[in-house]
């Protein structure tokens, strides 16, 4: 998710007083000289042959000061010519999406960790039988990186045949319904077995939409 609206000040190039002397430090291929005190999340920082900086962050842009500033946004400035950096508003998924994780039982001696972007979700524990979890809120427009490691337990008793389905999980889009989650259209599947005995990772690119 993107960060709320905020307001960056940074003196322009080319403005009154002296030279700046370091580096060039530009946002989106806007010149932000002399910016202090800034976050800017799911940014690329790319530094040239010259030693410019280069911030590539989507969902943010630059402005001269004195351009009206959006009404969600704060306005800062530094010295008489400033430029005002807002967050643009995020594009919204129009798609919600949840994680079904099922334990056969008994047998079911996988634990199943989810992380999405890089982030741990949460881990779905041997002894649950199923789980059901929204993930729209960790995912962004377009491709997500979406891992699923499952853990093999030692002990517990005997599953009924090797064969046997121990742990299935699916992620895709969904739909709310009469108090349970619809899967309309999976996207991804991990599954083990009762004589599977090695942990398992699976990485899967999701196209949010």
Known sequence: ???????LAAALAGAAGPAFAGPSLTLNGVPIDGATSQ???GAT????DRGDVHIEARGYAARPAGDPAPRSAPVAAVGAAAAVAAASAPARLSRRYFLVAEHAQPGARYDLAVFVNAQWIREVKAGEPQVVMEL????NPGP???VLAATRRAGGPPA???AAL???AVVGEGTVAGGGVVIDNPL????RTAGETEDRTEEFVVEAR
Do not use: G, H, Q, Y
């Open 1 to 7: 998710m993107r960060p709320p609206a905020l307001a």
């Open 39 to 41: 976050r800017f999340e």
């Open 160 to 162: 009924a045949s090797p």
């Open 166 to 168: 121990a742990l299935k």
């Open 144 to 146: 997500n990186r979406v």
């Open 45 to 48: 920082v790319v530094i040239d």
């Open 136 to 139: 729209t809120r960790w995912l």
């Open 188 to 191: 991804l599947e991990l599954t």
